[in-house]
């Protein structure tokens, strides 16, 4: 297609993950199953009508040590979406999956239809400088709702395609709260040092996706008791984490610290006026040592999420800063001062939530499956990504490693699992 503008803003958020390839490869990761094959020609439609309306996505970086940006580029539907029939829908989604996007390609989003039968796999992966989980979600849905549109003989016109601008988080705050909310310069990071066990970095390492599937009747069951605790989804998965640490580490007795994602949506009273974006942030959860059972980890975790949520300005500390390094200085000396302020959190865990299956269904048919999973992170960051469908947990790490570091995150799901577990059998 061709392109209608030569050029876009990099923002905040796109510099904040642009400067992140040092500790990641960027590319964000979902996929979909279905108990159908779409109509390829109505999806590569859909895919048009969304990419034209929004040019991010057949953009690519210009690496300018000055001033980078967005070229927005020429491009064929072909250029993002891989339509393939396997025999193994699995190695062929993983396989997709693990792959990296360059910065100079000239879609900045991949689609992979890997379809076995009558089912398939519907992968996306892409530049995390785009957009976040809650992003995706914005995607998603207009992707899907344009295909069910265009299978319907109707022109879909209604994509998301507001404003990327960070300062989006502040407009509907009062006056007053807008005020103070500049004025927080420093931010609240983690500065644990603790991490689990990988084996150090080499240069055969690749990428690898683990992932991990929890029954939906032991979530439940857990969620419940959670709930009764005073806990939220989100502290009952922090906790597992935390517990699993713990044990893998074997530092029951000493702080721990997991950095914990915050969608910053929660300040925007209608987050469809937004571009597809980044809007998160981490907060810390503090814990002094190991609970003496689960379920007291798990109010631990709980007293200090709602100790951090209890703060007006949760998720906002350290805006201004960026903002003010990234514009008052050229981008190569701001990148170089944030880093020195930066820290990559060690143990870090990030929950998009439930998946929307109606507003995710291809026609009729709703996902039956679905997987999340962040850049590939360079050791020893370990950090979770989780999701639920039909009461489901799956979480996953994606990290640049070996067949050694994939047995270790294997067992640390594991021991999640046995504390969701014990949670659930909680009377």
């Not at 969608?263 to 503090?286: A, E, Q, S, V, W």
Request: include cysteine.
């Amino acid at each position: 297609m061709k392109k209608t503008v030569k050029k876009l803003p990099m923002e905040l958020y796109d510099k904040v993950n642009y400067m992140c390839r040092c500790y990641m490869d960027r590319i964000a990761r979902f996929r979909l199953d279905y108990d159908l094959v779409p109509d390829v020609e109505a999806l590569k439609k859909a895919i048009v009508y969304l990419y034209d309306a929004a040019p991010i996505f057949h953009s690519r970086v210009i690496e300018n040590p000055v001033r980078p940006y967005w070229s927005v580029c020429d491009y064929t539907v072909d250029d993002s979406l891989t339509v393939e029939n396997t025999a193994d829908m699995n190695k062929s989604a993983d396989e997709f999956l693990t792959k990296g996007i360059e910065l100079d390609d000239n879609t900045q989003m991949k689609i992979g239809l890997f379809i076995e039968g009558e089912k398939c796999a519907l992968c996306f992966r892409w530049n995390h400088m785009i957009m976040d989980g809650g992003g995706f979600k914005q995607f998603a849905e207009d992707l899907f709702r344009a295909y069910n549109l265009i299978t319907s003989g109707v022109t879909p016109s209604d994509f998301r395609i507001g404003s990327r601008h960070y300062k989006e988080v502040y407009r509907d705050l009062s006056e007053a709260t807008r005020k103070k909310a500049m004025t927080k310069l420093s931010n609240k990071t983690s500065g644990e040092k603790k991490h689990l066990p990988f084996t150090a970095e080499n240069q055969a390492d690749k990428n690898i996706i683990v992932v991990k599937n929890i029954d939906e009747r032991i979530f439940s069951a857990a969620m419940k008791n959670a709930k009764k605790s005073g806990a939220t989804v989100n502290d009952l998965i922090a906790a597992a984490y935390i517990e699993a640490a713990y044990k893998l580490i074997g530092c029951e007795k000493e702080s721990m610290t997991l950095s914990s994602a915050v969608d910053l949506r929660r300040y925007i009273k209608n987050p469809d006026r937004l571009g597809y974006t980044n809007h998160t942030t981490f907060m810390p959860c503090t814990l002094e040592k190991k609970g003496k059972t689960v379920l007291d980890t798990l109010k631990a975790v709980a007293q200090s999420t709602k100790k951090s949520k209890e703060d007006e300005f949760l998720g906002l500390y350290g805006l201004p800063l960026l903002n003010y390094a990234f514009t008052a200085m050229i981008h190569i000396q701001a990148e170089f001062m944030v880093r020195l302020f930066y820290n990559n959190a060690n143990l870090a865990v990030s929950n998009v939530g439930a998946v929307d299956t109606k507003a995710y269904s291809l026609g009729s048919h709703a996902p039956t499956y679905a997987m999340v999973a962040g850049g590939a992170k360079r050791k020893p960051c370990a950090a979770v990504t989780a999701l639920t469908i039909g009461g489901r947990l799956v979480v996953s790490m994606s990290i640049k490693g070996n067949d050694e570091d994939r047995k270790m995150v294997e067992k640390f799901f594991s021991l999640m699992e046995e504390s969701i577990n014990e949670i659930a059998k909680i009377e």
